[in-house]
């Protein structure tokens, strides 16, 4: 077997709630996101910097990470990178990046293999430090499974190499783009017994995912394990919980896994379930406003908007007088296609000036949308070789939309 985990650390918190969901995601491979992809360069830029390797240019770490030809601005990711490197570099100790380590002692997976981003040995201490360079849901380390299993093959791996018998276990979670830093110590002791519960939920997780397609599956639906979930758009328990929530009848049947005729019998019922969590989140919003209680939930603070100068013209005196130059405090951008269209209308450009630019606008083929069968538009087809005439009035390829792998394997440092 290759080092490819069917029970994978960072789905752990899904595989161990809801053991049936490795079978059912069984197939459904990466969707290679943009932020997948932006996740592996950034994972990649604190490798090289944790490691001294300053002088890598975009071109270097895209060839080593995998995504040649799709490089980041390192200007803008070095900033929220440091923030980890630094972190982790003032713990000290001996450190060991992106390191490979075998999970099939906690898992029974033979020959799994998962990535630390950074082991560090610390006298009598063991740290397990991750980055997580999302944005979207703050991630805590306390009782964390994917740490708590990268702890256990650390621990395995690395406490023989240690001056000090281990006497305690730290996972910290760094999130600099959300300013997070999350720390959990435990003992020995208390990390075995974490194990121990993983390992059960692994063993089930294996013995369903043995059994192939079958109605006995045991699926639990929950918001930890579902929100991610690449099964969860044909997961048949999931359709159930929302369903009865929403006081609809449910699907006839009895598989797990959703046919084209119960997703489509449930798409219809969709809208109504969407009005009503729509309006119960203003309700709650309401009646907390005006003091009432509702168990279990409170109002917070939502994210801040954007920020923008209060006075523009105060703005660009001061940086004037601190010496920033006309050529880095202004942007100088041609108006789009819709602002000429509009200042054709308002008279102030003239309809023969509207018409010869026009032939220098293009457009993005359209995005399929999934609507009734009655919705009066013509059925979507995707455009061919043929839409597109090359200059000699022939026909040309039609071109492939960008898309962004993960194929980059990461470095074990020894």
Request: hydrophobic residues 35%; glycine residues 10%.
């Amino acid at each position: 077997m290759s080092g490819h985990a069917e029970l994978a650390p960072s789905a752990a918190h899904r595989w161990i709630r809801c053991p049936g969901s490795v079978p059912m995601s069984k197939g459904i491979g990466d969707t290679g996101s943009s932020y997948a992809a932006e996740g592996t360069w950034a994972h990649k830029l604190a490798e090289v910097r944790l490691e001294g390797r300053e002088a890598l240019t975009e071109g270097e770490i895209a060839d080593l990470v995998g995504l040649t030809g799709e490089a980041y601005d390192t200007a803008d990711m070095d900033g929220p990178v440091r923030y980890y490197v630094d972190y982790v570099q003032a713990l000290g100790g001996d450190l060991f990046t992106e390191q490979r380590l075998s999970l099939t002692e906690i898992t029974g997976e033979e020959g799994a293999r998962g990535t630390a981003d950074a082991v560090i040995l610390r006298g009598s201490e063991l740290v397990i430090a991750d980055l997580k360079f999302g944005q979207g849901v703050k991630v805590d380390a306390v009782e964390n499974p994917q740490l708590t299993i990268y702890a256990g093959a650390a621990v395995w791996t690395f406490a023989p190499m240690m001056d000090e018998e281990l006497a305690q276990i730290r996972l910290i979670i760094i999130q600099p783009r959300l300013d997070h830093v999350s720390e959990w110590t435990l003992t020995p002791a208390e990390l075995e017994a974490r194990l121990d519960t993983i390992s059960k939920a692994a063993a089930e997780a294996r013995r369903e995912l043995a059994a192939g397609d079958t109605a006995e599956w045991h699926l639990c639906p929950g918001l930890p394990q579902c929100r991610f979930c690449p099964a969860r758009g044909r997961c048949r328990e999931l359709a159930r919980f929302a369903l009865t929530a929403a006081g609809l009848p449910e699907l006839k049947g009895m598989v797990p896994k959703l046919d084209t005729n119960m997703i489509g019998e449930t798409l219809g019922k969709l809208d109504l379930i969407q009005s009503w969590i729509d309006g119960m989140r203003q309700v709650a919003e309401e009646e907390l406003l005006k003091g009432h209680r509702i168990p279990g939930w409170k109002l917070v603070a939502g994210r801040a908007g954007p920020r923008k100068w209060g006075d523009k013209a105060a703005a660009d005196r001061v940086l004037s007088e601190k010496g920033v130059p006309d050529s880095l405090r202004f942007v100088r951008e041609l108006i789009s296609p819709t602002q000429v269209e509009k200042l054709t209308k308002e008279g102030k450009i003239t309809e023969e000036q509207w018409r010869a630019v026009q032939g220098e606008i293009t457009r993005s083929e359209p995005k399929p949308a999934v609507v009734p069968e009655g919705d009066p538009r013509e059925p979507w087809t995707p455009l061919t070789a043929t839409d597109y005439p090359d200059e000699s009035g022939g026909t040309a390829p039609a071109p492939v939309p960008e898309k962004k792998s993960r194929k980059g394997k990461k470095s074990q440092k020894s």
